[in-house]
């Protein structure tokens, strides 16, 4: 089978030669998990992968291109502690044009978007708790940001976390926007801020670079419209499309136990639109969703892609990062969570054994 015979039982056919393995994972969908020796026969993998698909949900094919709709931006703010993310993102919000009531109640909530005054422009935000997702996200190969906006303080310039969010951006291959903030302070030193950020690698246009820096202050206020700017320019240069039609892709952003509705989650939608009724997977929790509310708790009927959505229904806390899949019925949904805990234990098991093996080897 490996070399195109379809005798894949054959007692020749173990992947033992890395460079067909890479064929094989690449063409076949093998992942590198499912060779579990150099002796795993293919014929095993292929079982697996069968039991896999008739039992698991997995993702739809990439859509065609002409499936495709424009979609608003997902930006997550990121930088050191206390450089003023929290004010960047809660100045934001007060110059969004949805200026209800919050009816006293802040909700917390992991992302919001924010409807430009003088256009019909939505930018989706994601807050700090958006940031640890964003490197569970990573660590799992979901993306969900599109821009990062690295905030940094003029006062401080450079600080660990500020390249530790470099380091993050780099890796998602996410394009940049820097926001140097509290540009009202004296101590602010811009030129020591700026080249604190070339030297990490931070090509500033001034410099010649094409990374966009704005001066801003989240505190006065000053130079949000510009930064709002920047951002849609760049979005607009990175032409984002998303498919709302057919079963929803998402992604977790954070979930919590809310005391009166019960297990919820913060979730960004990347594909189809999501309804009430509909059964969702995420990690080795299931829901059928009872309702959806934006970041102002109010209830939506829908959730299009790249629009954040608080959604109530879950049978178990879904994590950070995790993949939401949508199911055609509740059987379909059980079945995928029962494979996949019972896929888990049999990874501890295997895991349990090689140590167990390893403490024999040890003893003999
Ligand atoms: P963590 O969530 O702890 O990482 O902090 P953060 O980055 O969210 O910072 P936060 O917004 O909480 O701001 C920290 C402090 O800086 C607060 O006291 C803010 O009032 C202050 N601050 C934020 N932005 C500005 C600004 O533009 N100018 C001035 N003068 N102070 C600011
Ligand atoms: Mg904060």
Known sequence: YVEGTD???????????MRLLDAIVKKC???????????????????????????????????????????????????????????????????????????????????????LSNSTQTVTFLDTPGHAAFSAMRSRGAHVTDIVVLVVAAEDGVMEQTKESIRYANEAKVPIIVAINKCDKPEANIP???????????????????????CISALKKTGLDTLVETILTQAELMQLKADPKGLVEGVVVEARTDPARGRLCTAIIQRGTLRKGSFLVAGRAWARVRG???????????????????I????????????ILECETETKALQAVRYREQQDMKKKM???????QQKMEEHL
């Not at 959806?292 to 954040?308: K, L, R, S, T, Y």
């Open 192 to 214: 020591n801020t700026k080249k604190g950020l070339w030297t990490q690698g931070i090509a500033l246009e001034e410099f010649g670079g094409e990374v966009q820096s704005v």
């Open 29 to 115: 969908g093998f992942r590198p998990d499912h060779i579990k020796s150099p002796q795993t026969k293919a014929s095993e993998v292929i079982h697996e992968l069968e039991e896999e698909r008739d039992l698991d949900v997995k993702p739809r094919p990439p859509p065609k291109p002409s499936e495709l709709v424009p979609r608003c931006p997902i930006v997550t703010v990121m930088g050191h502690v206390d450089h003023g993310k929290t004010t960047l993102l809660d100045a934001l919000r007060n110059t969004s044009v949805v200026e209800q009531e919050f009816g006293g109640i802040t909700q917390h909530i992991g992302a919001f978007s924010v409807k």
């Open 7 to 17: 005798d894949y039982d054959h007692p020749g056919a173990t992947i033992n030669n």
């Open 350 to 356: 295997e895991i349990d054994e090689i140590a167990i």
């Open 312 to 323: 109530i229904g879950w049978r178990e806390l879904p994590s950070a990062g995790d993949l």
């Open 292 to 310: 959806m509310f934006n970041e102002q708790g109010q209830v939506i009927d829908e959730a299009p892609p790249g629009v954040p959505a608080e």
